[in-house]
């Protein structure tokens, strides 16, 4: 017969609970806001003060008035709810009212689908590159053909003036071809010459000749009639997929042996750093002018355009900079050992590793630039800031102040909450798979 040990048990014990101290929730508030009498003391005034402004904020938002025609309907409104005549409430009548305006500033009420058309195709354009081991490769195409389709629908005009901008790229790269003999530097200026004068001179003729024979095309929208958030979106859309290339390139440019391109890299780069972009933007507006031949038609969104592209890349190129530093040396040497030139060292190696890098830094830069696209109201531009200006001065709605601005908080709250979302996701996805 086997002799039984006492102390040695035969079953395994099932879990049990955690102490209360170690629960999930109770050990969480422990752990980070119950953990000293100081944090405690300091944790209760802050959820006083957020209990007495969420309810301030609820009572406001309690009593929505969005039939109100103006301000003064919104008061008796209120009124007659017996909230008595220190009371207030949400007057969001003034978004029913405005809201297509804060929106699509002027632009043509026949053509409201352009604008809806042209940022619902941005999501399937941006797919490919988002989104990349989840979309089929074929959507590239679109990703590509994308930034000739937007402007077209913005603004309208021929249907030849978008193709012909795109042939440009045909003739860029042909020129380049056929001077293969010459020196690589000699190549690069004579294709950029070619392409230029193509642009310059051909696109015009190009237009001209085959709009006589099929006159296609959408009525033509001028750009003071842009406005409200739609402004604000095409000015940011176009920043943002400018500035990551011209940022890479000034980062590379930078890092350059060759002392001139090194030269303008870094002069640029602090000039733009060192200007306000109020600054810029006011150059843009009335001193590019002065510069320009007499009686040249300059469009104003086009030039806030290229100074805010031109002043977030600056600031790209310091983050892209910072990740490229970041990179140990074996890098570099790893792809001189496999035999890799300059560009394919870059695109294959060195490159996806810097961006991975700096992906954190790069979307802290769209969405400040997004942001900033506010900054154009002060040069005539009528983006929802601007354009909160105008409402207010009229007598209907004089004296509004936080329906207009709350609205127009969350609208950019959703695009920069977004972005931020994205950043996130990337970073995961990326790290989890190295």
């Keep these: 017969m086997t002799k039984q040990v006492a102390y040695v048990r035969k079953e395994i014990l099932g879990p049990k609970p955690p102490p209360n101290a170690q629960d999930r929730l109770i050990g969480w508030l422990r752990e980070n806001l ?76 026949e053509g409201y ?76 200026a004579i294709s950029l010459a070619v392409t230029l004068a193509w642009w310059m001179f051909g696109v015009p003729v190009f237009d001209s000749v085959l709009s006589a024979l099929a006159p296609i095309g959408l009525a033509p929208v001028e750009s003071r009639m842009f406005g409200g958030f739609m402004l604000s979106l095409t000015i940011g859309v176009v920043a943002i997929g400018a500035s990551l290339p011209l940022g890479i390139l000034l980062a590379l440019g930078r890092q350059s042996d060759l002392i001139l391109i090194k030269a303008l890299c870094v002069g640029f780069i602090e000039f733009i750093r060192g200007v306000p972009l109020i600054t810029l933007l006011f150059v843009a507006s009335t001193l590019l002018n002065i510069f320009l031949p007499p009686g040249t038609e300059f469009d104003i969104i086009m030039r806030v355009m290229i100074m805010v592209t031109l002043f977030a890349s600056a600031y790209m190129a310091e983050v892209i900079r910072g990740g490229l530093a970041a990179l ?41 630039m997004f942001k900033d696209t506010t900054l154009v109201s002060v040069i005539g531009l009528l983006d929802p800031l601007g354009l909160t200006t105008a409402i207010r001065a009229n007598q209907e709605w004089a004296g509004i102040v936080w329906e207009l601005y709350g609205f127009i908080a969350l609208m950019f709250v959703v695009v920069t909450y977004s972005m931020s979302r994205y950043s996130m996701y990337l970073e995961r996805k990326l790290y989890h798979e190295h």
């Design 34 to 109: 119950f953990y000293s009498i100081p944090s405690s003391i300091s944790t209760l005034l802050t959820v006083v003060v957020l209990g007495w402004l969420l309810l301030g904020l609820f009572n406001w938002l309690s009593v929505s008035t969005w039939a109100a025609e103006s301000l003064n309907d919104c008061r008796s409104i209120i009124a007659e709810l017996n909230r008595g005549p220190d009371e207030s409430g949400a007057c969001w009548g003034v978004i029913r009212d405005r809201g297509i305006q804060l929106t699509f500033g002027f632009y043509p009420s």
């Design 113 to 188: 689908w352009r604008p809806i058309l042209a940022f619902t195709l941005l999501l399937p354009a941006l797919a490919p590159i988002l989104f990349a081991d989840k979309t089929p490769r074929r959507m590239i195409l679109f990703s590509a053909l994308y930034p000739f389709l937007m402007p077209w629908l913005l603004w309208g005009g021929t249907i030849w003036v978008p193709l012909g901008v795109m042939a440009g790229f045909a003739v860029l790269y042909y020129s380049f071809r056929f001077t293969a003999s010459l020196n690589n530097l000699v190549r690069y």
């Design 328 to 368: 140990p040396r074996g890098q570099y040497e790893a792809a001189d050992a496999l035999g890799l030139d300059y560009w394919k060292a870059q695109r294959m190696i060195i490159m996806p590793q810097a961006l991975k890098i700096s992906i954190p830094g790069i979307v802290s830069i769209f969405i400040a």
